[in-house]
């Protein structure tokens, strides 16, 4: 290999490497002739233009398209914060009438509790009667203790 550095030569397969690749680029007139030309590539159709009310249409419909698919957008989005703003009032509204309720509850048995005390407590009627015993049991003592002292003075 080291001779063949010096000369200058290089080996028989690079050779045969680049043989193979310019046949394979190389055209011959056979295959030239089997493609059509450049300015050959078929009928053209002519390009219809838009015209002013056919366009103004098109450009009017897609603004009202864009313009009512970004309305209902932002409506769902306000539909969506009142609903959660009115959710929330609603479990704010549930939690005080809990708390109503409970307190509801703590004033009938409250109210109860006085019912019962009412019933056991005594009127004035009661109390005027009771104290007017008190009186006869004491006049009542107070006589026996007259005459008791009496009996002992006299013995």
């Known amino acids: 290999m080291a001779s063949v ?3 200058g030569l290089r080996p028989l397969s690079y ?3 680049i043989l193979a ?6 055209s011959s007139t056979r ?16 390009k219809k233009a838009v015209g ?4 103004g249409i098109f450009g009017f419909l897609l603004g009202f398209s864009v313009a ?5 957008y932002r409506l769902l989005e306000e539909y969506k914060i009142a ?20 307190h509801i509850r703590r004033i009938e048995n409250v109210e109860k509790n006085i019912a019962a005390l009412e ?4 009127t004035k009627e009661d109390a005027k009667k009771a104290r007017a015993e008190v009186k006869k049991l004491y006049d009542g003592l107070h006589v026996e203790f007259l005459d008791l002292r009496s009996h002992i003075w006299g013995i």
């Open 119 to 122: 019933e056991r407590s005594a």
């Open 15 to 17: 050779n045969t490497r």
């Open 21 to 26: 690749t310019r046949r394979g680029l190389s």
């Open 31 to 46: 295959k030239l002739a089997d493609t059509p030309a450049v300015g050959d590539v078929g009928t053209v159709r002519p």
């Open 83 to 102: 609903s959660a703003m009115l959710q929330a009032s609603v479990e704010e509204l549930q939690a005080s009438t809990e708390k109503v309720s409970t």
């Open 52 to 55: 002013a009310y056919r366009g």
């Open 68 to 72: 009512s698919a970004y309305a209902s």
């Open 5 to 7: 550095a010096r000369t």
